[in-house]
């Protein structure tokens, strides 16, 4: 990677003004009718002065694909102005604004979601939650257009693009796995059966901006590399959809991990790679890809660099620093990598969030 701090170009034309990304992050901080609160937009203008591009947090595209209280909804043109509210924010800063698009599938919420009714590929529960009904092949289908609706909203509402989210065990990943997908239907089965549904979603979301996009419009893919179940995901079953993905025209593709220098666990090739590696063999070169993980001082930011991945993105630690970038770019040795407690004001993050990310273990110093 050259400097991390110049511009670079996507692949669409889209110039951005560094290789630096806001992770997406869920903020539990909407307002009760699904629309975006005021903290959550000065949560998100506090942090797009230094990235070249904000991912927000991820936005359901039907009413029953809510996996988060709080969460913003994006499944109807009611929602648009408010959507708008936070692309506006990030534009604020000088960042790219890109709205994570979802469904939570089989990790939906019953309580959140009409007649608590949850669905999924199939009907494997998610330990703790509701058992998912499986959607029928009209469902599937109309999920797919869900996804290019709320692509068409990004659009309107000033967004330069969107990221499918197909990572964290989300609906397209249910799809994806083999643990939770057990259809005997054309999308289930065989692996290339179960790409189907990733695969026509990206085709409905390219469509949606070739149509109405007049500009150069970003489409990204986040996914997740490996489960744990014996029949779930595989390094070697993510090589196959990722070099089936940077056939698509993307702008990038953006692999989730909580540790950038993670290997794989089941893979057939060289074991010693990094997944990272192994991606980058794969793609070689035809979309860019975003490298993410347990990135806090500019050391780990540099070391990561070197990987080749093309763009870095940083989730937490632009929760404990959002001036990351521009105290990074000026060489500043003393960034701040673990959450200082009583700073939550000045670091405007929504109360909701704050209370979320006392959970043990997951953000440095809370
Ligand atoms: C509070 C919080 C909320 C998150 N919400 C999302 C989300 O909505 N979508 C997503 O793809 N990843 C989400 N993630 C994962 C991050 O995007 C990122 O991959 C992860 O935190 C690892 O990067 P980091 O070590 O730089 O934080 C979330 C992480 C955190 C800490």
């Known amino acids: 990677m050259a400097n991390l701090f110049e511009n670079y170009t996507l692949p669409n034309g889209l110039s951005i003004r560094n290789r630096l990304v806001m992770a997406p992050m869920t903020t539990y901080s909407g307002n009760e009718d699904g629309t975006v609160s005021d ?22 595209v039907t009413e029953n694909g809510k996996g988060f209280p709080g969460q913003f909804a994006g499944y109807a043109d009611q929602f648009i102005q408010s959507l708008k509210r936070v692309a506006d924010a990030i534009h604020e800063g000088g960042a790219k ?26 009907d494997v529960a998610f330990p703790g939650n509701a058992t998912p009904r499986p959607l029928t092949i009209e469902e599937i289908k109309g ?61 409905e979301v390219k469509n949606v901006v070739a149509k109405h996009a007049t500009k150069p ?47 794989p666990h089941r893979f057939s090739g060289d074991k010693n790679k990094t997944r990272v590696e192994i991606l980058l063999d794969t793609i070689q070169g035809r979309t860019p890809l975003i490298g993410v993980g347990s990135i806090y001082s500019l050391e780990d930011a540099e070391k990561a660099s070197q990987s080749g991945v093309d763009l870095l993105a940083l989730g937490r630690e632009l929760l404990i620093e959002p001036n990351w970038v521009q105290k990074a770019e000026a060489g500043d040795l003393n960034i701040p990598t673990k959450m200082d407690k009583s700073k939550q004001k000045e670091l405007v993050i929504p109360d909701p969030m704050w ?12």
Not at 39 to 58: D, F, H, L, M, Q
Not at 97 to 122: D, F, K, T
Not at 235 to 262: E, N
């Open 39 to 60: 903290a959550e937009v000065e949560y998100y203008a506090r942090r797009s002065k230094g990235v070249g591009v904000v991912v927000t947090a991820c936005t359901h």
């Open 97 to 122: 604004a890109v709205l994570q698009i979802y469904h939570g599938g089989r990790r939906s919420i019953p309580e959140e979601v009409p007649n608590g009714e949850i669905v999924s590929a199939s």
């Open 143 to 203: 999920i797919i257009k869900a996804y290019g609706e709320t692509t068409r909203r990004a659009i309107e509402a000033g967004y330069d693009g969107v990221e499918i989210h197909g990572a964290n065990t989300y609906l397209l990943q249910q799809f994806f796995s083999g643990y939770t997908n057990r259809r005997t239907d054309e999308y289930g089965g065989s692996i290339e059966n179960r790409m189907r549904f990733p695969l026509e979603l990206v085709d």
């Open 217 to 263: 419009f970003i489409i990204g893919y986040r996914f997740s590399p490996e489960e744990e179940e014996e029949t779930g995901i595989t390094m070697d079953q993510t090589v196959q959809l990722i070099d089936a993905l940077a056939d698509k025209g993307l702008t990038y593709l953006h692999v989730s991990q909580g540790d950038f220098y993670t290997k």
């Open 355 to 366: 209370q979320m990310l006392h959970r043990p273990g997951w953000i440095p110093g809370m």
